[in-house]
């Protein structure tokens, strides 16, 4: 079963716009992560937060993470076409070892 | 590349049948995970082994199984196949750290 919702499920943008997901879970985790998937093409990660941090940065890339509300959010600033895709948060549950727990995606599409 | 590989991309064969669906980790990665991607289920993950051993298990049907080999390629074994098992099957690696890698994926249709 799958411990993440993430919304909105779909999101279609401008190109140079601003692209917002967010995440919920439901257990305590270690840490949780974003991956971009391609149609139908292998996941490739994005960036890692663990439960003692609030906020990162990588690139254009920015995740919050809220551990008293289990929620993370995703911003991809000044988006490309490139950037369309579905993506995913995953989280690390506490003491479940490495094992992740998929949400159910977020397909973005940024249009020229 | 995330210098993980799977074999085969794609795989189509019939109900009842028998696969096996192999991968190959980042090197020196001890970790193997498979993880199976259906429309209805999402994305979910299967089994985790570590140098060879089980360390986790997920939601693994009786009728799948999975081994770490010397070398550190992994297999999964898929038999008695339905309908339901059509999805994409990835393999990821990982060292001691926490991100997982993921390989591009073998894709099954079972007719």
């Known amino acids: 079963s799958q411990q993440g919702e993430e919304d909105p499920q779909a999101l279609s943008i401008q190109e140079g716009e601003n692209a917002t997901m967010n995440c919920s879970y439901k257990t305590s985790i270690n840490n949780l992560q974003w991956y971009r998937q391609n149609s139908g093409r292998g996941l490739v990660h994005l960036i890692l937060?663990?439960?003692?941090?609030r906020e990162k940065h990588s690139g254009r890339l920015r995740v919050t993470l809220d551990t008293s509300k289990k929620s993370s959010s995703l911003l991809i600033t000044a988006s490309r076409a490139a950037d369309t895709a579905s993506y995913f948060c995953?989280?690390?549950?506490?003491?479940?070892?490495?094992?992740?727990?998929f949400g159910t995606g977020t397909q973005l599409k940024v249009e020229l | 590349d995330s210098g993980v590989t799977q074999t085969p991309k794609h795989l189509i064969t019939a109900t009842g049948q028998r696969v096996t669906l192999r991968c190959s980790p980042r090197?020196?990665?001890?970790?193997v995970y498979w993880y199976q991607q259906s429309l209805d289920q999402g994305l979910q993950f299967l089994i985790q082994?570590?140098?060879?051993?089980?360390?986790a298990k997920g939601n693994i049907l009786e009728r799948f199984s999975a081994q770490q080999f010397p070398d550190l390629h992994s297999e999964l074994n898929l038999s008695s196949l339905e309908l339901g098992d059509s999805a994409l099957y990835f393999c990821?690696?990982?060292?001691?750290?926490?991100?997982?890698?993921f390989g591009p994926g073998t894709r099954l249709t079972v007719l």
């Open positions: 995953a989280t690390e549950p506490t003491g479940g070892g490495n094992k992740l727990t």
């Open positions: 937060i663990r439960s003692n941090e």
């Open positions: 090197s020196g990665d001890l970790s």
């Open positions: 082994y570590y140098n060879g051993e089980e360390r």
């Open positions: 990821a690696s990982s060292d001691t750290a926490d991100t997982q890698y």
